[in-house]
């Protein structure tokens, strides 16, 4: 059983930045892929950004390219999404997931947290 804890979100203006953390314990999988996903009030949950295991390859939504940047320290269990320049259109409960291949869509991804909030205020 592996459990994902997320922390980092909160509330932030338009241009600023946070750094959000999702930790893995119990039986987590070095080797797995981690990703990030993200629901908006009202609209369906997204993908944003995941990272295998190696860190070598990093897909990423058109919607944050260049803005976002996923990493991982695997002696730590710990993935990471670095979010610049925001938007307020960026804001949503973001929660972190793992999955054994690497994929961009969530049926792919077995475990999650439970999300945290971020606010981008204009």
């Known amino acids: 059983q592996v459990q994902l804890v997320e922390s980092g979100g909160g509330l932030v203006q338009a241009g600023g930045s946070l750094r959000l953390s999702c930790t893995a314990s119990?039986?987590?999988?070095?080797?797995?892929?981690r990703g990030w996903f993200r629901q908006a009030p009202g609209k369906e949950r997204e993908f944003v950004a995941a990272?295998?295991?190696?860190?070598?390859?990093?897909p990423y939504a058109d919607s944050v390219k260049g803005r976002f940047t996923i990493s991982r320290d695997n002696a730590k269990n710990t993935v990471y999404l670095q979010m610049n320049s925001l938007k307020p259109e960026d804001t949503a409960v973001y929660y972190c997931?793992?999955?054994?291949?690497?994929?961009?869509?969530?049926?792919?991804?077995?475990?999650w947290g439970q999300g945290t909030q971020v606010t981008v205020s204009s």
């Open positions: 997931a793992m999955g054994k291949n690497l994929a961009t869509t969530q049926d792919l991804f077995s475990s």
């Open positions: 119990g039986r987590a999988f070095s080797t797995y892929t």
């Open positions: 990272i295998n295991w190696r860190g070598q390859t990093t």
